[in-house]
Each structure stands twice: as C-alpha cells, then as structure tokens.
C-alpha cells in the first residue's frame, strides 16, 4: 500500500495555470503506474490523466489535451499535474491514485487514493 497526498489546488482565472503535486510515501514507488482523477459536484469521478512507471507513456482524456500534462519525479517520489488554459468547467476535486490494473481510465483499476486537492477556475 503507498499512501498519497495532492496539493497545489486553488482558485484560477479561467485561461491561467496550475500545477498539482501528488507526494507519495510508503512501497516502492517507481514500480508502478499512477493516474490523476477528477469529481465536480454532483458528477462521477472521471480519468483526466496517467502515465507508467517511468513517465515515458502518458495518456490524457481528450478534454485537457493540449492543455495539461502529467509527469513524475521518482526520485522526489511525487507525480504532477500541469494544468494550463484553465477553463471553469475543469473546475473539480483532482485525486491521484496508484494504477493496479491494465486499464487506465477506469477508477476500479486504481486504489491508494488520495485525499483530493480543490481546483477552482471562475469565468
């Protein structure tokens, strides 16, 4: 089990930037894949983005293409989120989690969740 913490979220401008950190403790963390989720009220939790062990595949939700990009840093042992032109409706609660299964945008692949990080984007 790995234990993660997000930070970086807040309130944004729409067409700013942020960048989201997911710190993370415990085994051993370059072994495995991560992901970065989002839930906005009243809506599902949904995949926004991910990446393998070594960061050298990413894959993204096509509505933040071009617009954010996911890395890791396994010797800081923390994964980021760079969140650019920011538009209102990317406004949500971000989650990180550690991928246990092979299918990278289903939440029931993911496990170890973090507490979530708030991301605010007014018009």
């Known amino acids: 089990q790995v234990q993660l913490v997000e930070s970086g979220g807040g309130l944004v401008q729409a067409g700013g930037s942020l960048r989201l950190s997911c710190a993370a403790s415990g085994r051993t963390f370059s072994d495995y894949g991560m992901g970065w989720f989002r839930q906005a009220p009243g809506k599902e939790r949904e995949f926004v983005a991910a990446l393998n062990w070594s960061g050298g595949t990413t894959y993204y939700t096509d509505s933040v293409k071009d617009r954010f990009t996911i890395s890791r840093d396994n010797a800081k042992r923390t994964v980021y989120l760079q969140m650019n032109s920011l538009k209102p409706e990317d406004t949500a609660v971000y989650y990180c989690?550690?991928?246990?299964?092979?299918?990278?945008?289903?939440?029931?692949?993911?496990?170890?969740w973090g507490q979530g990080t708030q991301v605010t984007v007014s018009s």
């Open positions: 989690a550690r991928r246990y299964r092979s299918n990278y945008s289903d939440t029931t692949s993911y496990g170890d």
